[in-house]
C-alpha cells in the first residue's frame, strides 16, 4: 500500500461539470497539500493544510475548493474549470519540521473540455 | 526572480556513467533546505536527497549525492553509475520562509534519459 494514494488518476470534465479529487494519506502526516503541474511550468503550490486547518490559499481561483475532513484525507472540488486548468494534481503531505521532505501520491491528470 | 533555476530541459547519459543536474536557487532566509525529487512517467514524485543550508558536509544517498556549493548558491544532483532505470524528471525544490510560511519552491524540471 503506498504512503499517499490519489483518485482517479484520470479525469476529463466539462467545463460545467462538478467534479472532486480525493487524497488519502496513510503515514499519519499532520500537513497535507495540493500542487498543480502544468507542462513545462514549475510545480504550483495551491492549498496547505495543517492539523486540517488551511494555512495557506496561495490565490487559488475559487472554482478549486479543497476540503480536509481528517489529517488523513483531502479533497479538491472543481466546478466550472476551464480549459487551461487541464494538468496533473498533486497531492502531498509530510510530518513537519525545517526538514520535512513531501510524499507525493501519483497524481490525477486533469482534461477539461 | 526565479527561486529555483534548473537550466537544462533535458540530458542524455551513458549507462553506467555519473551525470549532473544543475540547481541554482535564491533565497533571503538563512535557514532553508534543498531537496531532489525524481518523476517517473508513472506521475508520482519521489524524493531522494535532502540538504539543510547549515549542513557541513554534503548529502549523499546511495547513488545520489548533492554538490552543495553555499556561496554560489548551488545544489547540483550527482548521479553515478547510471542506470536505464533512471530515466525519468528531476526537480530541485528549496524548503525557506516566504510571507511568515515555511514554503517549498520547486524548479522546472530536468528530463534525463540513460542510453543503453
Known amino acids: 500500500e503506498t504512503g499517499v494514494t490519489q483518485t482517479p488518476r484520470h479525469l476529463v470534465m466539462g467545463m460545467t461539470n462538478k467534479k472532486s479529487l480525493k487524497c488519502e494519506q496513510h503515514?499519519?502526516?499532520?500537513?497535507m497539500y495540493w500542487y498543480k503541474q502544468s507542462a513545462k511550468k514549475p510545480l504550483e503550490l495551491m492549498f496547505v493544510?495543517?492539523?486540517?486547518?488551511?494555512?495557506e490559499n496561495n490565490s487559488v481561483p475559487s472554482r478549486f475548493s479543497p476540503e480536509c475532513p481528517n489529517s488523513s484525507h483531502l479533497f479538491l472540488h472543481l466546478h466550472t474549470l476551464q480549459p487551461e486548468d487541464s494538468a496533473l494534481y498533486l497531492c502531498?503531505?509530510?510530518?513537519?519540521?525545517?526538514?520535512?521532505?513531501?510524499?507525493f501520491g501519483s497524481g490525477t491528470q486533469l482534461s477539461v473540455l | 526572480a526565479q527561486k529555483i533555476t534548473q537550466t537544462q530541459p533535458g540530458m542524455f547519459v551513458q549507462e553506467k556513467e555519473a551525470v549532473t543536474l544543475d540547481c541554482t536557487y535564491d533565497?533571503?532566509?538563512?535557514?532553508?533546505?534543498l531537496f531532489w525529487y525524481k518523476q517517473p512517467s508513472s506521475g508520482e514524485m519521489i524524493f531522494l536527497i535532502y540538504?539543510?543550508?547549515?549542513?557541513?558536509q554534503n548529502a549523499t544517498e546511495g547513488r545520489y549525492s548533492l554538490n552543495f556549493q553555499k556561496a554560489r548558491k548551488s545544489a547540483n544532483l550527482v548521479i553515478s553509475a547510471s542506470q536505464l532505470g533512471d530515466s525519468a524528471m528531476y526537480f530541485c525544490?528549496?524548503?525557506?520562509?516566504?510571507?511568515?510560511?515555511?514554503?517549498?519552491?520547486f524548479g522546472t524540471g530536468t528530463k534525463l534519459q540513460v542510453i543503453p
Open positions: 502531498a503531505s509530510s510530518q513537519g519540521g525545517s526538514n520535512e521532505k513531501l510524499f
Open positions: 503515514l499519519g502526516h499532520n500537513a
Open positions: 493544510y495543517n492539523f486540517k486547518e488551511q494555512t
Open positions: 533565497t533571503s532566509d538563512p535557514s532553508y533546505g
Open positions: 540538504q539543510g543550508s547549515y549542513d557541513q
Open positions: 525544490a528549496m524548503r525557506d520562509y516566504s510571507g511568515g510560511y515555511q514554503k517549498v519552491t
